[in-house]
């Protein structure tokens, strides 16, 4: 005899199961449907294309684009964004030059820049462990693991109390009232592939730290009355007292941007991305206050300068909007509805569109 009380469970369960599955599939046909206008506007073969910035190509834009094709699973583009960046832009120590110029030659002689951005190195190895995790495809693990190795040379700098990412290998260390200082981009720590590296490493440790020294900076770095981080800070790390635990000071001194801006947007973002994060709700709360007092501001500026709280005369992108709705909608509660984003066109630039699906993923990575 069937158990009227079990059945009735069981197709409740059925229901809800159901109801994620259409939940969580209309969610991936909306990136989907994003994603095949930023292919559109935006990949050119296998490069992505700054059309806000005289149609350069950054090594941040390929590990974007090698992203999104991992979540659309679109695996011709990502060999072919790949294939592009380990061609032309991966010099001999498995670090990337970062910016490329179209020229004549559309070959890496128009690299002119050969330094690298960390963030770059960051994205792409991330993107290809979840390719590799998506498609299987063991030389993609093995790729990611160089740059992986090639990060942990380079540009993880272990102090006392921290390990801190350099931005890139050169130009960015410097001596501050007779001590070592660093010129740090905490929008560089895109903390949940920070913590899916530290897994294909052979020092997690090292990432482990990284983490939480990211962390530890950003609570330090509420600057102004709106208690924002800067885009760039200066960072002299405590190497005198191994009884302090505190990791060192931080500044505006003298640095590339003392703004709340474009790179710094992207912290909060990668902040809620993280589980790990989220699930420290003292820490959360904390450190995500002042984007929240922010973003209350209407209309919202797009930069304020931390120094002397100037704001701009613009108000945010339409790329800013969509990382206030992503955090809203991973963190707040009462913010469950489904979130509207605008719509990838060909009246957005390639940042404010890059920012738009990656706040899009990073809710699509943890509705799953």
């Known amino acids: 005899m069937v158990n009227i009380h079990s059945l009735i469970r069981a197709i409740f369960l059925l229901g809800i199961t159901l109801l994620l599955m259409s939940c969580s599939t209309e969610e991936d046909s909306e990136f989907k ?12 073969g296998g490069r992505v294309v700054d059309t806000g910035n005289d149609e350069v190509s950054h090594s941040e834009g390929q590990g974007y684009g090698m992203l999104f094709a991992v979540a659309a699973n679109d695996k011709d583009t990502f060999d072919a964004l790949w294939h592009w960046t380990k061609s032309t ?13 179209p020229c004549v030659d559309n070959s890496a002689s128009c690299i002119d820049d050969p330094n690298n951005a960390s963030d770059g190195e960051i994205l792409i190895a991330w993107a290809l462990l979840r390719a590799h995790e998506q498609w299987g495809v063991s030389t993609y693990l093995e790729d990611a693991k160089a740059i992986v190795g090639a990060v942990e040379q380079k540009l993880l700098i272990t102090n006392t109390n921290s390990v801190v990412l350099l931005p890139g290998e050169y130009g960015f260390t410097s001596e501050q009232a007779g001590k070592d200082s660093l010129q740090l981009n905490l929008s560089y720590w895109i903390f949940p592939a920070i913590t899916d ?26 600057f102004s009355s709106y208690k924002l981080p800067s885009d ?15 990791i060192g000071t931080v500044s505006l001194d003298n640095v590339i941007s003392p703004e709340f801006g474009f790179n710094a947007i992207r912290i909060p973002l990668q ?3 993280s589980p790990q994060f989220r699930k420290n709700t003292q820490l959360a709360e904390e450190l995500l206050a002042p984007y929240y007092a922010w973003w209350a501001v209407t209309p919202t500026p797009a930069t304020v300068n931390l120094l002397n709280e100037k704001t701009a005369e613009y108000e945010m992108s339409e790329g800013m ?10 963190m707040r509660s009462e913010a469950q509805e489904k979130p509207e984003w605008p719509s990838i066109d060909r009246n957005m630039d390639y940042y404010s569109a890059s920012l738009t699906l990656l706040s ?9």
Do not use: C, H
């Open 271 to 273: 902040l809620s991305w």
């Open 197 to 222: 590296l530290a897994g294909i490493s052979a020092t997690p440790e090292r990432w482990e730290s990284l983490y939480k020294s990211g962390l530890a900076l950003l609570s330090k770095m509420q």
């Open 232 to 246: 760039w800070v200066r960072f002299t790390p405590n190497n005198t007292d191994s009884d302090n635990k505190d």
């Open 360 to 368: 899009m993923l990073a809710v699509l990575d943890n509705a799953s």
């Open 33 to 44: 449907s994003q994603y095949i206008a930023y292919k559109a506007l935006f990949i050119d």
């Open 89 to 101: 832009l991966m010099r001999d120590d498995s670090l990337f030059s970062w910016r490329y110029r």
């Open 321 to 330: 909007k969509s990382v206030q709705i992503a955090v809203n909608s991973l």
